[in-house]
Each structure stands twice: as C-alpha cells, then as structure tokens.
C-alpha cells in the first residue's frame, strides 16, 4: 500500500527556514516522480518542485528557485524539501506527491505559516 506522510511545518517569521519532509512506504522515492504542491489560503494547487531519482533531475517553479532545495534520503525513503528566505507568499498547506503505477497518491499535509 502506497503511503505518504509530510511533517516538518510550522510558524516562522520572514526570512526563516523550515524543512519540511515526506515519508513514502510501498514503493521506492528514487525510482518515482516525487513532488511538492501546495495550496495557499483561497486559492487552488499550485506545484512547487519535482525530484526524479536525484536532485540532477530537480525542478522548481520560478518562484522559489534559488530558495527552496527538493533531495531524496535513500536510506529513509523520504524526500525533503529544504525551505530558506520564507515569505509570506509561502503560506499554504504543501503536499507530497507521487505518481506510482498510473494512479497520483498524496500525503495529508503540513502547513507552512510565514507572519512577522
């Protein structure tokens, strides 16, 4: 059974960091399209980042480029998604992600609140 399981949100202030994390069970990260999407308050899914089997296969959307950094942990099964100069503009609920065997599993959510 494909599982997914983010963690890591939280309350910052702008500027901060968070690291947020997704741990997969029933099929491999490295071998998968994983990805973040998130949802900011009142609006629809927005995809932020794609990692396919290493982060030489790392895709951003333009907004967080140069910000945000997606890796995968082999030995955890996990990927991670490493969050740095936040703004508010980052506030949503961020969900993992993957496509396995033609079917799109998501995790549950973790919210990422960025206030002064």
């Known amino acids: 059974e494909v599982q997914l399981v983010e963690s890591g949100g939280g309350l910052v202030q702008p500027g901060e960091s968070l690291r947020l994390s997704c741990s997969a069970s029933g099929f491999t990260v490295t071998n998968s399209a994983m990805s973040w999407v998130r949802q900011a308050p009142g609006k629809g899914l927005e995809w932020v980042s794609t990692?396919?089997?290493?982060?030489?296969?790392?895709y951003y959307v333009d907004s967080v480029k140069g910000r945000f950094t997606i890796s995968t942990d082999d030995s955890e099964n996990t990927i991670n998604l490493q969050m740095s100069n936040l703004k508010p503009e980052d506030t949503a609920v961020y969900y993992c992600n993957v496509l396995y065997r033609r079917t799109n599993y998501w995790g549950q959510g973790t919210q990422v609140t960025v206030s002064s």
């Open positions: 990692i396919y089997g290493s982060v030489i296969n790392a």
